[in-house]
């Protein structure tokens, strides 16, 4: 998978999710546009977790799993 597929599905993640936001982007230069949907992608990955679990303990392993992701990222060993 390439960085312009997974930009492609953090645009379709926001334009399903996120109306206003996939729309607000229009107004942002274009070669930022990829780069904010990602971080609205990943707001809405974010803001979801209490949706989508069914018990708080699990919530907080999957904040916990982000931010070890984040971390590994800025180490520069990003997970796969």
């Not at 729309?23 to 974010?46: K, S």
């Not at 919530?59 to 180490?75: D, K, N, P, S």
């Amino acid at each position: 998978m390439t960085l312009a597929d997974v930009f492609f599905r953090c645009e379709q993640t926001v334009r399903t999710a996120d109306e206003n936001r996939y729309l607000a982007t229009a107004f942002a230069q274009a070669d930022a546009r990829p780069h904010l949907f990602a971080l609205y992608a990943f707001n809405h990955e974010i803001a979801k977790t209490a949706e989508t679990v069914s018990q708080p303990l699990l919530g907080h392993i999957r904040l916990q799993w982000w931010r070890e992701t984040l971390e590994g990222v800025y180490a520069g060993t990003p997970r796969k």
